[in-house]
Antibody
Framework: EVQLVESGGGLVQPGGSLRLSCAAS????????MHWVRQVPGKGLVWVSRINNDGSTTNYADSVQGRFTISRDNAKNTLYLQMNSLRAEDTAVYYCTRDDADWGYFDYWGQGTLVTVSS | DVVMIQSPLSLPVTLGQPASISCKSSQSLVHSDGNIYLNWFHQRPGQSPRRLIYKVSNRGSGVPDRFGGSGSGTDFTLKISGVEAEDVGVYYCMQGTYWYTFGQGTKLEIK
């Protein structure tokens, strides 16, 4: 059974940092691109970042470019999102999702982890 | 950026009746490889999104056949042939041809 389990969310002050993790199981993790998508509570879905199979290609939404870093450890079947210089507008539930290439297949999603940026 | 516009934003439906959601993109979603990367997702309250339809009209694994997708170019539609109670929630279209953008969401409720 495919499972994606996010962790690492919490309350952080503006300007602070947080690292999210997404533990994958039930499939060959290294065979998939992976993405982060976020959702402000009660609002819509917004794509954040993606990484290819071996981690050599990464891309970001303009709103997080230069502040967030996506990475993966295929030996540990884990996806990461390092979030620095956090702002109030980064407050959201962060989901990881998998992609069989780079076109948004998004067939499985994690349960999400809530990040709250507030003083 | 490609903008995805859904309508209606709110959709009250009687159980057993059909429902239809429109999704229009600001530019053609035909990729240079000839595919159209348009997906539909359903999100129940308090849950993660679930993919229903991929590449316009392909149902995902385990998705009931009462869900159907159609469209081309810039105009796409999700149809539910007979709404069931479990279909409540928010429906999103999403394009993956030019990066990734979602529609605003359509909230389906039972009348």
């Amino acid at each position: 059974e495919v499972q994606l389990v996010e962790s690492g969310g919490g309350l952080v002050q503006p300007g602070g940092s947080l690292r999210l993790s997404c533990a994958a199981s039930g499939f060959t993790f290294s065979g998939y691109w992976m993405h982060w998508v976020r959702q402000v509570p009660g609002k819509g879905l917004v794509w954040v970042s993606r990484i290819n199979n071996d981690g050599s290609t990464t891309n970001y939404a303009d709103s997080v470019q230069g502040r967030f870093t996506i990475s993966r450890d295929n030996a540990k079947n884990t996806l990461y999102l390092q979030m620095n210089s956090l702002r109030a507008e980064d407050t959201a539930v962060y989901y990881c999702t998998r992609d069989d290439a780079d076109w948004g297949y998004f067939d499985y999603w994690g349960q999400g982890t809530l990040v709250t940026v507030s003083s | 950026d490609v903008v995805m516009i859904q309508s209606p934003l709110s959709l009250p439906v009687t159980l057993g009746q059909p429902a239809s959601i429109s999704c229009k993109s600001s530019q053609s979603l035909v990729h240079s490889d000839g595919n159209i990367y348009l997906n539909w997702f359903h999100q129940r309250p308090g849950q993660s999104p679930r993919r229903l339809i991929y590449k316009v009209s392909n149902r995902g694994s385990g998705v009931p056949d009462r869900f159907g997708g159609s469209g081309s170019g810039t105009d796409f539609t999700l149809k539910i042939s007979g709404v069931e109670a479990e279909d409540v929630g928010v429906y999103y279209c999403m394009q993956g041809t030019y990066w990734y953008t979602f529609g605003q969401g359509t909230k389906l409720e039972i009348k």
